[in-house]
């Protein structure tokens, strides 16, 4: 292991654990009505024609045909992305890709797999998603309308998951109960929020996820967009009892399908505590993998090298049966 050592962070981002203590959290109890709420946003979420518009990009690459896509997400809300679909060969799989809170500017031409449609939505207020209602940037985002359950925008960007699915199940019918997920840090909190409730998608990778065991998260110290809601609730201390829905560690521990979550010892962003929470809270199985980095959100010795390992296990992953 190469844990970075030297940092110019006010505080330690390992938080003080090693692994084995990091691999003895124990997830935070569901809250009364945790999975009515997401069952019931899911199925509101079915009921979303999207209306998915696609174009010809202007970006080329020599393995994918790439596609500009637009679709509406529930309220009418529109979303912006792109669609990759492989230039040889049969679409025998589809994937959905999240981003995280810096948004994504272009899809990655990098992800290992063969056969696949992958859609890379914008999650609402974000990037190609913006709307003036929404902040764009993440201090802001997480906090809007974090009052009102029902309307918090976690919440909306779980759903612009759930019709993403839906966008490529019409797309490609012959997909429909083939298409998995991918998501890094914000985008690995949304999916784990979103895995346990829509059995259309078969498999999950979740990369430093965020938004897990939330008693911590308002807790420990950071640079990520935890800061904003740590703030915000010193003079609204009710907002932890909401945050309790939307905890992505409560709701790892729902996932039924085989998981590939990568984890840090270190990370000034997303604080590994919290990262394992997920990780730790996902049903045992031998097709559930956590696999360990040195840090996340910050650059350190060896991680191209972690990084190239973590690729090749995507790959066999999320291989076309």
């Known amino acids: 292991m190469s844990i970075p050592t030297t940092h110019l962070f006010t505080f330690d981002p390992t938080y003080g654990m090693q692994l084995d203590a990091l691999l003895a959290i124990v997830p935070p109890k569901a809250p009364a009505g945790f999975?009515?709420?997401?069952a019931d946003r899911y199925a509101q979420a079915l009921t979303v024609d999207p209306k998915p518009a696609i174009r010809e990009s202007r970006t080329s690459h020599p393995k994918w045909q790439v596609h500009d896509i637009t679709y509406f997400s529930t309220g009418g809300f529109p979303i912006g992305g792109w669609l990759l679909v492989p230039r040889d060969g049969?679409?025998?799989?589809?994937?959905?890709?999240?981003?995280?809170?810096?948004?994504?500017?272009?899809?990655?031409?990098?992800?290992?797999?063969?056969?696949?449609?992958?859609?890379?939505?914008?999650?609402?207020?974000?990037?190609?998603?913006?709307?003036?209602?929404?902040?764009?940037?993440?201090?802001?985002?997480?906090l809007d309308r974090i009052d009102k359950p029902e309307h918090y925008v976690i919440g909306g960007c779980v759903e612009d998951l759930w019709v993403a699915v839906s966008v490529l199940s019409m797309c490609f019918p012959q997909i429909e109960t083939r298409i998995g997920y991918s998501g890094i840090s914000f985008g690995g909190g949304i999916g784990a929020l979103a895995l346990p409730y829509d059995h259309r998608i078969d498999r999950g990778h979740l990369v430093v996820p965020t938004f897990g065991n939330r008693p911590?998260?308002?807790?420990?110290?950071?640079?990520?967009?935890?800061?904003?809601?740590?703030?915000?609730?010193?003079?609204?201390?009710?907002?932890?009892?909401?945050?309790?829905?939307?905890?992505?560690?409560?709701?790892?521990?729902?996932?039924?399908v085989p998981m590939l979550v990568a984890v840090a010892l270190f990370d000034p962003a997303v604080a590994p505590p919290c990262q394992f929470s997920v990780a730790n809270a996902l049903p045992k199985s031998p097709c559930n993998e956590i696999f360990i980095l040195d840090a996340g959100h910050f650059d350190y010795l060896h991680s191209e090298a972690q990084h190239a390992a973590l690729q090749t296990k995507v790959g066999h992953f999320f291989r076309t049966p």
């Open 35 to 38: 999975d009515a709420f997401w």
């Open 90 to 142: 049969v679409v025998r799989r589809g994937l959905v890709v999240g981003h995280g809170y810096g948004g994504r500017d272009a899809p990655d031409f990098d992800v290992p797999v063969e056969g696949t449609a992958i859609l890379f939505p914008c999650f609402r207020g974000l990037s190609r998603s913006a709307a003036p209602s929404i902040p764009p940037d993440a201090g802001g985002h997480v």
């Open 216 to 256: 911590l998260w308002l807790t420990l110290p950071t640079i990520g967009s935890a800061a904003s809601v740590q703030s915000y609730s010193r003079t609204h201390p009710g907002v932890g009892e909401t945050l309790r829905l939307f905890d992505a560690a409560t709701a790892a521990a729902r996932i039924s």
